[in-house]
């Protein structure tokens, strides 16, 4: 499987988000502002690395099946989740120079559940050089379920809880985090 990154928008998320996670934290003054919003973009990163294929910011990719990943009912699993639109593309085999045909309507994109889990998969078999184009994410606050919303909330707020516990680049926080449990009189070595 090939996957590849072709466009991401890592900037209006986190700003649309900014009222809400506010409202959250309960913080009332706007010098914060740009922290809180780089805390979200860190938040959402992490989110996306740590989820099975979940993507939160608004983004385009590429998908290269190969014929090993359709099983004997034509169908792949797509590797990312949510998806907004997909379009494949196939290359005409008789003329390497031609553009690639879209063929979307050749294919469906069917539900599959995986450990209670919802999955997407692409129905209509595999054939060489096809190309899918995935966009996927979330393009506005409002479309982000409400179960995710609350989850990035409460990774903010151990996030802004725990802004002391930061190396000295301020950039990365502590590995394992999530898992420590912290005591008021420990403090890390810059």
């Keep these: 499987m090939s996957l590849a990154l072709m466009t991401r928008d890592t900037h209006s998320l986190p700003m649309l988000l900014l009222a809400d996670a506010k409202t959250h934290l309960r913080v ?48 792949s699993r797509i590797p990312i989740t949510p998806i907004n639109s997909i379009a494949v593309t196939i290359p005409d085999p008789a003329d390497a120079l031609a ?12 539900t599959d559940y995986s450990s209670g889990a919802i999955r997407w998969r692409l129905v209509g078999g595999f054939q060489s050089g096809m190309i899918a184009t ?38 990365a926080m502590l590995p394992e985090w999530k898992n420590f449990q912290f005591a008021p009189w420990w403090n890390p070595k810059a």
Excluded at 46 to 73: C, L, Y
Excluded at 155 to 171: K, P
């Design 28 to 75: 009332d003054a706007n010098f914060e502002d740009e922290y809180i919003v780089d805390l979200l973009a860190r938040v959402i990163g992490e989110w996306e690395a740590m989820a099975d294929g979940v993507k939160v910011h608004a983004s385009q990719w590429r998908w290269t099946p190969e014929a090993s990943e359709f099983d004997i009912n034509s169908s």
């Design 99 to 110: 553009p690639p045909l879209t063929v979307s309507s050749d294919y469906v994109v069917a």
């Design 134 to 171: 995935i966009s996927s994410g979330y393009a506005t606050a409002e479309l982000i379920p409400a179960e995710l919303r609350g989850e990035l909330f409460l990774w903010l707020e151990r996030h802004y809880e725990f802004r002391n516990v930061v190396d000295g680049s301020g950039l």
